[in-house]
């Protein structure tokens, strides 16, 4: 055969395939063909012909071949033999060069020998076992294979192992072995015939191949043949073939019957479950009802309070055999309240121990009840305790705990009662309880009898159990005491011998004494840790005699700790436990000290204070010694390093030490002992726990991540925390941060861009640590901030200007480049910003200034850094700062002084004229003649006697008023042009008002008058008509269109202020002409043209009527509107002002009241008229000008301001 690797080859595979294929394709053809035998093996030899090679491996050229071919197959012991022939030979290629290799491994030369030019033979004699190793052969010049052979050493055929032959619930027979193989592949057979003489010489062979292939074989009814259930005995026959050999193995007799393992029993249930009873039923599986041998019940329970795979045997010997109802009363069960498991098996009644059939299982929980025992309890199972009030006492009360499984319910407990001396019962006000047992606190000095109960949800146990507790202090007649130093010695090999002293004997009276004592109680108890503390595991107690003074108990578990306690009794009473005090090892001193305590904790030091007894057994003390070490605190007495030592010197009387050292926040496990000249002891073990400190440092601060605004740090917790880590503290260059224990990671934010930072950490518990490492970073760059200042300066002469800045408060970095953005009245000069780098300033030429109007430019600027990413960040632009356009003409300052001259030449040229033209306006007006129009004369005018006046018939009518009150007297006119001159101040020239009354003069301000009036006329109208200081220079005045009393913010428009008449309102059309110095009131009949030179002098008043608001006691307004009063005349006075083209306003209005002269509704200014009309005509609509005043307020607001306009 091939070795491995060759075997596995593509081509090797492909070879065998071809082979195999070519095989089975003639075999089926030769079947087909129904041919004999011998004709058919002539026909597969000649299929296979093709396949046939005379070299060594199919389609491989090779320099020669083996003999034999192929695989060899020997048994252990014989000799292999193998030649090697060349197919061709010459000089270099013959059989002198061949050599053998087993594997790779040269086979000596010895085992070689060459028979011609061409062959060589290889012998090895006596073969050892071996499994498919391959020889070589191979030529030695060109170190090639010429061939190959696996050589596999083996045994003939061995007896198989292990046959076994089971039937299952006898319907099917099953029979396996473990064969043996030795190297060479073994196929085995098994048949069996029956007993009997008849029956021998059938062999019931497997029905199928799957005892050669799978080393097993089964019968049951359907195979062929068929299992044959009828007969208690086989003969087993077994056979093997190999390449080495067929073997046929002794026959076996089996027992069929033994080895019939039945199903498991059918349809299992319990029925009649009590306490401790229960009765089960089941079914024997189908065919085995009638199986001839019968078979064994076996029935077995457990339950939770026996060992893990544990099982309790029911005795079955007198079950009934009911094979369709079979029915068990189990009336043994120990426990109520208890789960408990039970299985039925069967078996055939021939089997070994072995041969049960799975079981059949049921559960089932019986039913609860009442305890029914009580606690076991000694006469000396209780102990006194002194409380801090002498007067009372605690007493414990031990007892032996209860096993769980008698609990029987629910809710079990132990219940107390206290009977007094009396036979009183005593409540229990305070006691601590547990399984073991109770302390009850509070009672008296006096005798108790306590009942210990058993109870559950169900009741109570019917017997309790009794302590008797005698009086405390005093013997009441009689009481007992208890031994002295009471002491263990331990050894080694778990015996522990307790010694006491008898108790003292002090004198008594003679109605009391001590009671003798019958025996002593020894009670111990497991638990946790030895001595000053309550046992928690079961009581434990034995009684040894009285005269006894020693006694060696056996613990059960060495490795264990056991307390141990005594009680002297009498015959009805008790001492009470009294325990060891301390404890003493075989040849040396083992423990010693008592009441081990913490007196004083720090952070690395532990004070601890002790008293030692039985100093009298443990001899001179040395000092003391502490072990201790540091511990995991959820895993008690497991040391986290070795533990050390710290020695305090002292003696008998010291009691208090200290062990230093120590790492804060840390729980130790610590243990003192005493060195005495006996050895030393071991003390108890203790716990403690240092106090916090300051932490270690915290490790590895790192900046993990940075921007230009922000830096994240994290760091390792401290090695040693030595506490709760409350709060690590950040510090970095521009403050301190708190950051929760918990986090071990933060970020700083809102930093400066481009800011070296200096960043450290400390843990904090009740203190800080120090420093941890410093780490020295720098935010990224940033955004620069903006720029507080732009300077401009224009270059003399030159189109230039330079632009200046400070650099940014805040740089962020290292400031790449600057940007200047030039803007001309908000277009951009360029496309792009100018970019300045290295300097902050820049010089910008603008153009030269083209237009009416000149140009402003606006100049910003913003720095600009390059970040590490090579993105450019952008400061915010400065505040805008403003140059005008450059002009060739002149420079800048040379053309704001000649504007500045320009101007200031013009304003006085301006100032000069208009100030001519008013001073030659007041001149004229000086001596401006009154004149009364045509209708005011009283010649021209005529009334009825009966007539009343139009505007109020209780007003004076004209025949009232003399002629002569009527007249005006006309002043000369200094040679003034009536008609005005052409500067436009016919009306008031530059006075704020122009007052016409009667009796008084028409003044200016350059002090001029008019024409007095008849004096003694008692009845005047003055009309008062104030006028803008700024607009009396020009031809007209404004006033309202129409006059209400509620009108008093309306526009005021005078118009038509021709020559020397100013129209007030809205005139009415007319043809009649007045040439007197008239003031026309009222409806104008016949309005004067504006055109006419005759008509210089007059003042057209429209509406007199809207002038009056509300009438008085004589029927006349008292409150005219805003800026228009008309005024009662009255003789005019020597300190009076006159009103006429006065810059000052007129005098506060009476109560006016209107004459019949001025119905007609014109006034006369200046020259004076024509006589006053009559008495009784007034329909003219004339008023002397002495009798009417008319004035016009200055504006009160800024939106009153009357309207201006040039007539």
């Known amino acids: 055969m091939l070795p491995p690797s060759k075997r596995g080859s593509p081509g090797f595979l492909s070879s065998l395939r071809l082979v195999s294929d070519e095989a089975t394709r003639g075999i089926r053809l030769l079947k087909s063909m129904a041919c004999s035998e011998t004709v058919c093996l002539v026909l597969l030899a000649v299929l296979l012909l093709p396949c046939v090679s005379s070299g060594c491996m199919f389609g491989i050229p090779t320099l020669g071949a083996t003999y034999p071919a192929g695989d060899i197959f020997l048994e252990k012991g014989q000799s292999l033999k193998i030649t090697c022939k060349l197919d061709e030979v010459d000089n270099v290629t013959n059989a002198n060069k061949i050599f053998f290799t087993d594997g790779n491994e040269r086979v000596p030369k010895r085992f070689v020998n060459v028979i011609d030019t061409s062959t060589a033979k290889l012998s090895i004699p006596n073969m050892t076992l071996t499994n498919h190793s ?51 592949p073994t196929t085995y057979t098994i048949l069996y015939t029956l007993a009997g003489r008849g029956s021998r010489s059938q062999l019931l062979r497997c029905p199928t191949d799957s005892d050669k292939r799978n080393n097993t074989c089964t019968w049951d009814f359907s195979t062929s043949p068929i299992y044959r259930t009828a007969h208690e005995f086989y003969t087993i026959t077994l056979a093997g073939y190999n390449a080495l050999g067929n073997v046929t193995f002794p026959p076996i007799r089996y027992h069929h019957y033994a080895h019939v393992i039945p199903r498991p029993p059918e349809n299992l249930r319990a029925q009649n479950v009590t306490s401790h009873s229960v009765t089960l039923k089941w079914a024997v599986a189908y065919p085995m009802q009638i199986f001839p041998p019968g078979l064994i019940t076996r029935v077995e329970f457990r339950h939770k309070w026996i060992p893990e795979g544990q099982w309790i045997t029911v005795n079955t010997t007198n079950l009934p055999y009911n094979p369709v109802n079979m029915t068990l009363h189990i009336t043994n069960l120990p426990y109520a309240h208890t789960n408990y498991t039970i299985r039925v098996q069967h078996k055939s009644q021939k089997a070994q121990d072995k041969g049960y059939s799975e079981p059949a299982t049921v559960n089932i929980t019986t039913k609860s009840e009442k305890p029914t025992a009580s606690p076991k309890v000694d006469m000396g199972g209780f102990e006194n305790e002194k409380p801090n009030d002498a007067s009372l006492r605690n007493i414990y009360l031990y007892w ?24 009183a019962l005593l409540d229990i006000v305070k006691a601590d309880k547990t399984s073991s ?56 090999d778990g015996v522990t011998e307790l010694s006491w002293n008898e108790p003292d004997t002090p004198g008594l009276g003679e109605l009391s004494g001590l009671l003798p004592i019958v025996d002593y109680t020894i009670f111990w108890c ?20 009285a005269n006894a003074n020693w006694h060696n108990v056996t613990i059960p578990d060495k490795n264990r700790t056991y307390q141990f306690a005594i009680s002297a009794n009498s015959k009805n009473q008790s001492s009470g436990l009294s325990w060891t005090v301390c404890t003493v090892a075989h040849d040396k001193v083992i423990e010693g000290l008592t009441q081990v305590g913490l007196s004083k904790v ?42 050390k030592v710290q020695f305090v010197p002292g003696d008998a009387n010291t009691e208090l030490g200290n062990i230093t050292g120590l790492m804060p926040y840390t729980a130790y496990m610590y243990n003192l002992t005493v060195l005495s000249m006996g050895g030393e002891g071991v003390g108890e073990t203790e716990f403690a726990t240092t106090l916090e400190a300051a932490p270690e440092p915290p490790r590895d601060l790192k900046a993990t991540y940075v921007t230009n605004s922000t830096i994240h740090i994290s760091w390792f917790p401290p090695a040693r925390s030595n506490g709760n ?64 200042m732009v300077h401009l300066r224009r270059q003399l002469n030159e189109s230039n200007v330079k632009v200046s800045w400070n650099e940014p408060v805040n740089r962020a970095g290292y400031i790449d480049f600057y940007q200047l953005w030039v803007e001309e009245h908000g277009k951009n000069v360029s496309d792009t910003p100018y970019t300045v780098s290295n300097q902050t300033n820049q010089l910008v030429s603008i153009p030269d200034c083209s237009g009416d109007k000149p140009l402003v430019y606006t100049f910003r600027v913003r720095a600009v850094n390059k970040d590490e990413y090579n993105q450019s960040q952008y400061g915010p632009w400065s505040d805008p700062r403003e140059e005008n356009c450059y002009s060739s003409g002149f420079p800048s300052t040379e053309v704001i002084t000649v504007f500045t001259i320009f101007a200031a030449v013009i304003l006085i040229s301006v100032v000069w004229c208009y100030g001519k033209r008013f001073w030659i306006c007041l001149e004229k007006m000086r001596n401006v003649p009154v004149e009364l129009p045509p209708g005011l004369d009283p010649s021209s005018q005529t009334f009825a006697p009966t007539q009343k006046s139009p505007l109020d018939s209780s007003k004076p009518t004209p025949e009232d008023i003399d002629d002569s009150e009527m007249l005006l007297t006309k002043s000369e006119r200094h040679g003034r ?96 002409a007045t040439t007197g110095p008239y003031i026309m009131l009222g409806e104008q009949q016949q309005p004067p043209q504006e055109n006419n030179k005759g008509s210089n002098g007059y003042v057209t008043v429209e ?87 008319l004035s016009f307020k200055p504006p009160q607001h800024e939106d009153e301001t009357p309207k201006i306009k040039q007539c």
């Open 602 to 643: 720090g952070s690395t030091f532990l004070e601890i204070s002790w008293n030692l007894q039985c100093s009298h057994r443990i001899g001179q003390v040395l000092g003391y010694n502490f072990r201790y070490c540091p511990i995991i605190p959820a895993q008690l007495r497991n040391c986290k390093e070795p533990s």
């Open 1103 to 1189: 509406q007199v009527d809207l002038m009056l608001s509300r009438q008085d006691s004589n029927g006349y307004s008292a409150a005219p509107p805003n800026g228009f009063m008309l005024r009662k005349g009255s003789t005019s006075t020597a300190d009076e002002t006159p009103s006429s083209c006065s810059s000052s306003t007129s005098s506060a209005p009476a109560s006016p009241t209107m004459p019949q002269a001025a119905l007609n509704g014109y006034a006369k200014v200046g020259d004076p008229g024509p006589p006053a009309p009559p008495k009784s005509a007034n329909s003219s609509g004339y008023v002397a000008l002495g009798d009417v005043n």
């Open 977 to 1072: 042009n009536p008609s005005g001159d052409s500067s436009g101040c016919s009306s008031a020239g530059n006075n704020d008002s122009i007052s016409l009354t009667s009796n008084r003069q028409i003044s200016t301000d350059s002090g001029t008058e008019a024409d007095q009036l008849t004096e003694g006329d008692s009845t005047q109208v003055q009309v008062h008509v104030e006028m803008d200081p700024v607009d009396a220079v020009r031809n007209w005045q404004v006033m309202p269109d129409k006059f209400t009393p509620d009108q008093s913010n309306q526009q005021i428009e005078m118009l038509s202020c021709m020559q020397t008449y100013c129209k007030i309102g809205e005139a009415n059309t007319g043809d009649m």
């Open 725 to 788: 880590i409350k709060y690590y503290e950040v510090n970095y260059t521009l403050g301190t941060t708190k950051i929760d224990g918990i986090f071990t990671s933060t970020g700083l934010y809102d930093l400066p861009s481009f800011t070296n930072m200096s960043i450290y950490v400390r843990a904090c518990t009740i203190a800080c640590s120090n420093k941890s490492n410093v780490i020295m970073t720098r935010t990224l760059i940033g955004t620069p901030s903006k720029i507080d």
């Open 400 to 423: 032996e705990r209860i096993p769980e499984c008698l609990y029987n319910s629910d809710d079990f407990e132990y219940q107390i009662e206290i009977e007094e001396e009396s036979g």
């Open 134 to 184: 391959v020889y070589y052969c191979r030529l030695q010049t060109m170190d090639k294979v010429v061939c190959l052979n696996q050589v596999v050493v083996g045994l003939k055929p061995q007896e198989p192992q292990n046959v076994t032959c089971i039937s299952k619930n006898w319907e099917t027979f099953t029979c396996k072995w473990d064969k043996v193989d030795h190297y060479t």
């Open 526 to 545: 497991e638990n946790s840790k030895d001595k000053a503390f309550q046992c928690t595991g079961s009581m434990n107690w034995i009684r040894v005699p």
């Open 437 to 492: 047992y109770i302390k009850i606190k509070g009672l008296l000095h006096d005798a108790y009898t306590f009942k210990i109960y058993a109870r559950n949800n169900l009741g109570v146990a019917d017997a309790p159990s009794v302590i008797k507790v005698p009086h405390y202090k005093s013997c009441k007649p009689f009481c007992i005491k208890g031994p002295l130093a009471f002491t263990k010695i331990e050894y080694d």
